[in-house]
């Protein structure tokens, strides 16, 4: 299994990232998708998860209603809009896969994720 991050970069406070994480290698249809992200001072952080055959998401209140994730299933792509970005946001990213067992929920603990790519990195300037 592999999932592959890519998208992020430098810009500037209020501007926009959309980062991509394209999954390969199994069959995703009962899986989430979710994005974490880590910075060298804090622990690895939930950003936001969505089902995959379901339009059901979750977030953190940290970037809720500035991220929007979605997916592109033809593609097998993730996707993470990212809006009004601060300088809090800065941080290496991370795209996971967890496996669901029921109908309600979105994993959004780093224990439930069972796959996960090697990070992008994004640098939000003040």
């Known amino acids: 299994v592999q999932l592959q991050a890519s998208g992020g970069g430098l810009v500037q406070a209020g501007g926009s990232l959309r980062l991509s994480c394209a999954a390969s290698?199994?069959?995703?249809?009962?899986?989430?998708m979710g994005w974490f992200r880590q910075t060298p001072r804090k622990e690895r952080e939930f950003v936001g998860a969505?089902?995959?055959?379901?339009?059901?998401?979750y977030y953190a209140d940290s970037v809720k209603g500035r991220f929007t994730i979605s997916r592109d299933n033809a593609k097998n792509t993730v996707y993470l809009q990212m809006n009004s970005l601060k300088p809090e946001d800065t941080a290496v990213y991370y795209c996971?896969?967890?496996?669901?067992?029921?109908?309600?929920?979105?994993?959004?603990?780093?224990?439930?994720?069972?796959?996960w790519g090697q990070g992008t990195e994004v640098t939000v300037s003040s």
């Open positions: 290698g199994r069959a995703f249809n009962s899986y989430a």
């Open positions: 969505i089902r995959w055959r379901v339009d059901m998401t």
């Open positions: 996971a896969a967890a496996p669901i067992h029921d109908s309600f929920s979105v994993p959004s603990t780093h224990p439930e994720y069972e796959y």
